[in-house]
């Protein structure tokens, strides 16, 4: 299973940058979906997901839209308003099983798949 995140790049506060996930070989319409990011130095951390519903940490909510295209098997993240506290490695995540609470969807370790990170970095 192979998931490639793409999309990342140098941008200024305040500016808006879409990230991409593309799961080509393997079809996760039916399962749940994720982004953490990492920075420099710390801990990755959960940034949305999507299965049943949408879920959002509270650093992003407001300014990230996650959604996807299943026909195009791709996952976006849709950043707005970017902060120089955005500055990370995003990945993407996904699972073939049923999340059945929202604490399930913002753990690293619910997900068995994951993508190889692209850097998004917001200058002050």
């Known amino acids: 299973v192979q998931l490639q995140a793409s999309g990342g790049g140098l941008v200024q506060t305040g500016d808006s940058l879409r990230v991409s996930c593309l799961h080509s070989t393997h079809d996760f319409s039916r399962g749940p979906m994720a982004w953490f990011r990492q920075a420099p130095g710390k801990e990755r951390e959960f940034v949305a997901a999507d299965g049943r519903g949408t879920y959002y940490a509270d650093s992003v909510k407001g300014r990230f839209t996650i959604s996807r295209d299943n026909a195009k098997k791709t996952l976006y993240l849709q950043m707005n308003s970017l902060r120089p506290e955005d500055t990370a490695v995003y990945y993407c995540?996904?699972?073939?099983?049923?999340?059945?609470?929202?604490?399930?969807?913002?753990?690293?370790?619910?997900?068995?798949?994951w993508g190889q990170g692209t850097l998004v970095t917001v200058s002050s």
């Open positions: 995540a996904g699972d073939d099983r049923t999340f059945r609470s929202r604490y399930q969807y913002t753990q690293a370790n619910s997900y068995d798949y």
